[in-house]
């Protein structure tokens, strides 16, 4: 939840559900996709976490009290970096802390929490421009069937083979992967 998986999976379902496809790709496919994307967005991130907090626990240098507070900074960042600043202030505002004591040190309990619903609003912020162009489709292929008379066929059936083979000349998967990865400053 303080990754980058959360919008990833989000914006994927999504599209998904744009294209009309109800199980392909299947969930685990969705899943493996996202989990990988993460490991990518986040392996710098975690690998400041290993080198500052976790590897100086397992050689001895730290105790685990202080290697993990030293783990949690580059999550931290990381979070600090892509929170609605909105956000953290409706967290504080509930929490009742002092603003001056949350600007010295973010409690986890409100960021995390300002983080993730951040990442839902951008998630479906571009679940909603995947669906724009998914939509015309629909609308296009069901006036076009209205006009011949053809009431009785779904225009599901009709505009999937025309949204399928429309993701694949805009190369939707790389554009759909590499635009969430820019999202977070990667790549």
């Known amino acids: 939840m303080m990754t980058s998986f959360v919008r990833i ?3 994927l379902s999504f599209l998904r559900t744009a294209m009309g496809t109800q199980q392909t790709p299947p969930n685990q496919v969705l899943v493996g996709l996202a989990l990988f994307m ?9 690998e400041k976490a ?17 290697g993990f507070q030293r783990a949690i900074i580059p999550l931290r960042d990381f979070m600090m970096t892509h929170v609605r600043e909105r956000d953290l202030l ?9 603003d001056e004591e949350v600007r010295e040190n973010m409690p986890m309990r409100i960021l995390i929490p300002a983080y993730l619903i951040s990442e839902l609003k951008r998630a479906f912020e571009i679940g909603f421009l995947l669906f724009v162009p998914f939509l015309i489709i629909d609308m296009v292929v069901a006036s ?5 008379g053809m009431m009785m066929l779904p225009p599901v059936i009709i505009a999937l ?3 399928i083979i429309f993701f694949v000349l805009v190369d939707g998967w790389y554009m759909t992967v ?4 820019k999202s977070f400053g990667a790549g």
């Open 38 to 46: 993460t490991l990518f967005i986040m392996m710098p991130t975690f």
């Open 161 to 163: 083979p025309f949204k």
């Open 9 to 11: 999976i989000v914006v």
């Open 144 to 148: 076009v069937l209205m006009s011949m």
């Open 50 to 66: 290993w080198d500052t907090g976790i590897n100086p626990v397992i050689e001895g240098t730290l105790d685990e009290m202080e």
């Open 178 to 181: 590499g635009s969430l990865v």
């Open 90 to 98: 409706l967290f504080t505002e509930i929490a009742r802390l002092p």
